[in-house]
């Protein structure tokens, strides 16, 4: 029996240091199965010399092996089949001696040791990842004429009458990316954005239904699997009732908990809850040569092969009428799952048909969540309040003193739409109401509950609640306004919009500081929040307000400059442009005035950003007061840059095409989002300003007009080679 070559190397070195001879005696031992108290190795590790280090036996190393094989397979059983073959206590045996011998030699810890599943010591923080492929969000359809009209979508874009879907139920749960190579778990991250997420892998280590080594050996070699995880609902229970019986407050909901269990800095925190997960993609792979199934149910088929727990409530659609049927019964069924489920995931099964569908915006074209109908209950409205916008809008809005129960939160305020709807619905302060919420939409009420008496006779007040002055009923517009340019609500609204989560994130900005400082004349607009620091002393002098909290409050006026273009543009307020619009917006024009240079064209070219946010972009932009605001920023040193797009790298950009005719190898939309993703425009009039026109069979007037302005012309072939070219390219 030798040891390895490098147990020896150590060996000797640990004797060159001074260490007796006796570490030499271990390399022929087989002390995992007894280890009297006078053996070298205790000895040895008594003396706790850093430099210290056990050489391995081969016998030992066999055996942790063997060890974490058995282990590994006993946890697929209990965790992914439920089929365990042994008992609890057989199971902590195994454990406890695997978690030994890796004590005693650290070099047999492997990434996927199964003692990794206990948890390690807290880490400091977690790092950031990006992922290789983003993990995107899906669309939302809400009923039959919703799906059917993304069902025709797809069909005429790919210009086919059929194709084959797979349904699967949409998990409550928390989106993880886990990447194998060579069939190893070694990072688990979380979706994040869905560009940047959190390496997890520690805690991931910990949930028992995920492999930390894939079976099989037709997985490729780099992978990295989607999938969710979540708290089970009994689980969920039990974990709530520990929590009380300990004192502590119970948890609201399980996809919060799901989240923030995954999210421990300490592992060990994380391997005491019960999370579990389901895989339900491949997001990348890398293999040469070796091709995954062309199908999703075939991948999901492998997923289950390689021994990850792939949820059973999946079917095969071919009809919108099978799509039906399974969205009715994953419905009906809901409750009877041990997990939650807030709607249905439709995919197209066919890979080849993904890809050619491809994305809008972050978005899929070939997948789409169908939704349940939002969860409903009843409570008392204690009052109907009024709020006023950042376009002056007066809006109702319901007041729950006590707080209502609804789709896992408690919501003390839910939307009342507009005085119309209030008085066709026959709500009122003081009834019983129907309140319902959906997914993280902001919760409604529906109406009086039932046995309460319609009441139509609500108005909203004649007066401004916050300046006093006469409010104006825009009939045409269903909406009533404050129109005195002087009500300070919309500036103050518009402050608070700025430093919120969603754009500037300036902690200490709410509601009241925006009040505070707008009607002590501190700050007129946004950009005015950056000279603050001027007024320290005044701040600090005001009532309510230390010395600390103002400090506060300016550092992180002063940490907002280094948010990202696309957060500065949402906190801005131009309609229609947040989120993903800014994100766009941002990625393409790269800074405030290069977005402020933009023209209609220049914006309607980006796939994804259409004429209403265009002309609303164009629009705020011309207005001198908003002129100055971006002047004032820059000059504030608020001019945060994106990495651009640049117009130069895209092939096609400054081009203008029209596309007409029938194609063979794509349909006319597929073929305007090829010329979009590589830059081009696309307009549906020839005219002198058009570079080329894509002329298929069957081409029509325009074709006529290509020739006679004489714009260049380009038949299928020749479209197809150009396209070749630039995508072969880049
Ligand atoms: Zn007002």
Redesign the pocket.
Known sequence: MAASGAGIAEAVRGRARGLPDALLYCRSSDYHHVTPRNHPANTLKSWGHPNYRMATSRQTRDRAAELRTELSRHIRLYHVLSQPEITDAEYDALMRELQSLEAEHSELQTPDSPTQRIGAPPASGFEEVTHTVPLLSLSNVFGPDDLSAWHRRITEFLEIDRFDMVCEVKIDGLAIALTYEDGVLVRGATRGDGVTGEDVTANIRTIKSIPLRLEGGDYPPRLEVRGEIYFPKTAFDAFNEERVANGLPPYMNPRNSASGSLRQLDSRETAKRPLAGWMYSIGWFEADGDLLPSTHSGRLEALTRWGFKVNPWTRSAASLEAVEKAHADALSGRDGLGYQIDGMVIKVDDIGYQDRLGFVGREPRWATAYKFPPEQVTAILDEIRVS?GRTGALTPYAYFEEGVHVGGVVVHQASLHNEQDIRRKGIAAGQRVIVQRAGDVIPQVVGPAPGETPRDDYTLPDM?P??G?AVLHDEDEAVVR?V?GR?P?QSQRLIEHFAGRGSMDIEGLGEKMAVILFNEKLVGDVADLYTLGGHREKLIEMERLGEISVDNLLAGIEASKSQPLSRLLSGLGILHVGGENAELLAGRFGSLKGLQDATGDDLTAIDGVGPRIAASVVDWFSHEGNQQIVDKLIAAGVDPREEMREPEDLPWTGLRFVVTGRMESYSRREAQAKIKSLGGTVSSTVSGKTSFVVVGAEPGSKYDKAVRLEVPILDEAAFLQKLDKEEGAS
């Open positions: 006023v401004c916050v300046c002055e404050c005195n009500c609500v």
